[in-house]
């Protein structure tokens, strides 16, 4: 089983619509669980954390389950400029690895008008 | 505005050749980050400093070594670049202990002939 397994996509849908990518991780030990964001042709971002308790920042909302080993990112009313390609980050398993993230191979949205 | 710049964004080296990549940030980042980004592969992790002359091998370190020796600045240098190493390099830098909010350079489009 891969480190960080994201569904390649691509999603492809309309202004308005909601749409959820998922993630799962193999690594049990993970601590710390993020989703970047990628533009076409430009750096990776910070989008959020994923918290166990659910988070959400606007129109984002990340879910973390730990039993499952698996994240979640909802997107509510989907605009033109969600689309990018979203990444999945897990931090390696404690002790002096922590620093390391390892990043899925992202998740393709194209958001149509 | 926090900024990462990378020397080039272009890069056309032939195999055998010594490729110097330089990674500068204006952030006061104690860590710095290179990894490369391949499609279907993700990004990578080659190398990682949490210090001025301090250097950590990450996932895929071999056929390249890190310099680093002011705070600043980091730089990746393939010592004798082979065509499995044509790939985009993107370079990071963190703060200590926000190791997980990486900011990204553009990137260097490296082709080895």
């Known amino acids: 089983r891969k480190e960080v397994e994201q569904d390649p996509g691509p999603f492809n849908v309309p202004e308005g619509a909601t749409v959820a990518f998922n993630c799962t991780y193999s690594n049990s030990a993970s601590q710390s669980f993020f989703w970047y964001r990628q533009d076409c042709r430009k750096e990776p971002k910070l989008l959020m954390s994923v918290y166990s308790s659910g988070n959400e920042d606007g129109r984002f909302t990340a879910q973390l389950n730990r039993a499952s080993q698996y994240i979640s990112l909802l997107i509510r009313d989907s605009k033109l400029s969600d689309s990018a390609t979203y990444l999945c980050?897990?931090?390696?398993?404690?002790?002096?690895?922590?620093?390391?993230?390892?990043f899925g191979k992202g998740t393709l949205l194209t958001v149509n008008p | 505005d926090v900024k990462v710049t990378q020397s080039s964004r272009y890069l056309v080296k032939r195999t055998g050749e010594k490729v110097f990549l330089e990674c500068v940030q204006d952030?006061?980042?104690?860590?710095m980050f290179w990894y490369r980004q391949d499609p279907g592969l993700g990004l990578r992790l080659i190398y990682f400093s949490y210090d001025v002359k301090m250097k950590e091998k990450g996932d895929i370190p071999e056929g390249y070594s890190v310099s680093r020796e002011k705070k600043e600045r980091f730089s990746l240098i393939l010592e004798s670049a082979s065509t499995n190493q044509t790939s985009m390099y993107l370079c990071?830098?963190?703060?200590?202990?926000?190791?997980?909010?990486?900011?990204f350079g553009p990137g260097t489009r490296l082709t080895v002939t």
């Open positions: 990071a830098s963190s703060r200590r202990g926000i190791f997980y909010e990486q900011y």
């Open positions: 980050v897990v931090t390696a398993g404690g002790g002096g690895s922590n620093y390391k993230l390892t």
């Open positions: 952030m006061d980042h104690e860590n």
